[in-house]
């Protein structure tokens, strides 16, 4: 019976050997997929180009096209850009439409966080659900608060709308006045 377990032993730490010897001697898989070794290459009395992606990092997106590819790209941290308010409608030419306007614009606010990534990542959340939302920063009682914001609204049927479809998605919105 010894025996039997000395020789399963060394049988198994040879498998092992073997296993471990096979691993080490075939190349690693995606490290030169696509372009030939450099010694292949200089025996062949070819030059071997580094893979090179089109445009340098930072750069924007090549376009196809009017209409861009993904609109979430302008709406990410780090294009953070200083958009006006939109300015009212003066002329409502529909007597429902009238009643239906708000005094003032209000917006809905998705969360109020301390951590700015967190800020981030509700409103990258919201730019996949294809809403455009706005972080702002303030200072409550010594400490700095991001507020993720849609808006401005002025009807009560877009805002109960976008509510609705925030709901759906599992996101809780307040509505709030411009502070």
């Known amino acids: 019976m010894l025996v039997g377990i000395f020789v399963g032993l060394v049988l198994g730490v040879l498998c092992a050997a073997g296993v471990v010897w096979y691993i080490f001697k075939t190349p690693p898989p995606f490290?030169?997929?696509?372009?030939?070794?450099?010694?292949?290459?200089?025996?062949?009395?070819?030059?071997?180009?580094?893979?090179?992606?089109?445009?340098?990092?930072?750069?924007?997106?090549?376009?196809?096209?009017?209409?861009?590819?993904?609109?979430?790209?302008?709406?990410?941290?780090?294009?953070?850009?200083?958009?006006?308010?939109?300015?009212?409608?003066?002329?409502?030419?529909?007597?429902?439409?009238?009643?239906?306007?708000?005094k003032e614009s209000v917006y809905l606010q998705t969360g109020s966080f301390q951590n700015v990534d967190d800020a981030d990542n509700q409103k990258t959340k919201l730019a996949l659900m294809g809403v455009e939302a706005s972080v702002q920063q303030v200072m409550l009682q010594d400490r700095v608060w991001y507020r993720v914001r849609l808006g401005p609204f002025r009807k009560m049927d877009e805002v109960n709308n976008m509510r609705s479809d925030l709901a759906k998605q599992g996101i809780e919105a307040s509505l709030v006045r411009k502070d």
Request: glycine content about 10%; overall charge neutral.
């Open 31 to 102: 490290s030169n997929k696509g372009q030939p070794s450099p010694s292949t290459a200089q025996q062949a009395g070819t030059t071997v180009a580094p893979l090179a992606l089109p445009g340098k990092p930072g750069d924007p997106v090549p376009q196809n096209g009017d209409k861009p590819r993904f609109d979430f790209y302008k709406i990410l941290p780090g294009n953070a850009e200083a958009i006006p308010d939109p300015k009212p409608t003066e002329v409502v030419k529909d007597k429902g439409e009238k009643e239906n306007m708000l």
